[in-house]
């Protein structure tokens, strides 16, 4: 397991961006597959965005592509999500997640695949 810090989140209007950070700490590179999961009050925890170990690869569940782009910076040890045409139902708080154990070079989308998870940042997106 690795220690992933975030940030970034915050209150944004409709159509808005902003771009959540999630660092690897104590770690030098981040060839790990990681993703983003997201969740609203009363919803289940759900996929968002993924990257495999090489960072050549990414996935998005349906309602965010073309508005978010997933990134690793391995010289930093930082992952992040840009998010841009923000919507009110993009509200939630945003978790990022790393697989540390023996991985392929696919993009995982289950929170079961991870073992790794950060503290939660809140993103508000308003009307």
């Known amino acids: 397991q690795v220690q992933l810090v975030e940030s970034g989140g915050g209150l944004v209007q409709a159509g808005g961006s902003l771009r959540l950070s999630c660092v690897v700490a104590g770690r030098t590179g981040i060839r790990y597959p990681m993703a983003w999961f997201r969740q609203s009050p009363g919803k289940e925890r759900e996929f968002v965005a993924g990257?495999?170990?090489?960072?050549?690869?990414?996935g998005y569940t349906d309602s965010v592509k073309g508005r978010f782009t997933i990134f690793k910076d391995n010289a930093k040890n930082t992952m992040y999500l840009q998010m841009n045409s923000l919507k009110p139902e993009d509200t939630a708080v945003y978790y990022c997640?790393?697989?540390?154990?023996?991985?392929?070079?696919?993009?995982?989308?289950?929170?079961?695949?991870?073992?790794?998870w950060g503290q939660g940042t809140q993103v508000t997106v308003s009307s």
């Open positions: 997640a790393a697989r540390t154990v023996v991985s392929t070079g696919s993009v995982y989308t289950t929170d079961s695949d991870f073992d790794s």
């Open positions: 990257v495999a170990w090489s960072g050549s690869r990414t």
